[in-house]
T-cell receptor
Framework: DTAVSQTPKYLVTQMGNDKSIKCEQNLGHDTMYWYKQDSKKFLKIMFSYNNKELIINETVPNRFSPKSPDKAHLNLHINSLELGDSAVYFCASSQEPGGNTIYFGEGSWLTVV | AQKITQTQPGMFVQEKEAVTLDCTYD???????LFWYKQPSSGEMIFLIY??????QNATEGRYSLNFQKARKSANLVISASQLGDSAMYFCAMREVQSGRRALTFGSGTRLQVQP
């Protein structure tokens, strides 16, 4: 059973489109995250939710909007996609407090053309 | 300032030998956690090992061990008896617990290639 699952795994879309990436975890964790990995492999936090409440919102364009309908799900919606949004987006989850194990999903490869 | 520094962009190791991947960190928190992740060419992020700042013993998980030197602020990953399947990118990351920032801050990664 996949602990943290993301869909879709691959997404190719045109500039200006709106797209969503979904994430679900079956670990019973209460904290979820979105990370972005750029073409140079650098990983950076975008958002974090704890029990459906937004707790981290890094300097991310407001075209990116996370939504957490419940603590097992954290979706990422991106409006008006730009070429620079092409990246791998990783969802992750952890149990707080403590959080000595943070599990990642398999990543969603977004290519904007 | 960089919070996590991995100074080795790439490393080579012979199969069955041990290899050390370097990681230094910068934090003013007294309570923090250090993580290592493996990212093979297939792209997923695989959790390897965790070390808490208050843990007195170095963490070990199978062939992975973390050489934690708190005074030097280093958290090097040691892989013993390297295997071809160990070829991947390796990321060191830190979570600053005291500041309440739960997210991980990553280093730039080290690409390890295991040679037969």
């Amino acid at each position: 059973d996949t602990a943290v699952s993301q869909t879709p795994k691959y997404l190719v879309t045109q500039m200006g489109n709106d797209k969503s990436i979904k994430c679900e975890q079956n670990l019973g964790h209460d904290t979820m995250y979105w990370y972005k990995q750029d073409s140079k492999k650098f990983l950076k936090i975008m958002f974090s939710y704890n029990n459906k409440e937004l707790i981290i919102n890094e300097t991310v364009p407001n075209r990116f909007s996370p939504k957490s309908p419940d603590k097992a799900h954290l979706n990422l919606h991106i409006n008006s996609l730009e070429l620079g949004d092409s990246a791998v987006y990783f969802c992750a989850s952890s149990q707080e407090p403590g959080g000595n194990t943070i599990y990642f999903g398999e990543g969603s490869w977004l290519t904007v053309v | 300032a960089q919070k996590i520094t991995q100074t080795q962009p790439g490393m080579f190791v012979q199969e069955k030998e041990a290899v050390t991947l370097d990681c230094t960190y910068d934090t003013s928190d007294q309570s923090y956690g250090l993580f290592w992740y493996k990212q093979p060419s297939s792209g997923e992020m695989i959790f390897l090992i965790y070390q808490g700042s208050y843990d007195e013993q170095n963490a070990t998980e199978g062939r992975y061990s973390l050489n934690f030197q708190k005074a030097r602020k280093s958290a090097n990953l040691v892989i013993s008896a390297s295997q071809l399947g160990d070829s991947a990118m390796y990321f060191c990351a830190m979570r600053e617990v005291q500041s309440g920032r739960r997210a991980l801050t990553f280093g730039s990664g080290t690409r390890l290639q295991v040679q037969p």
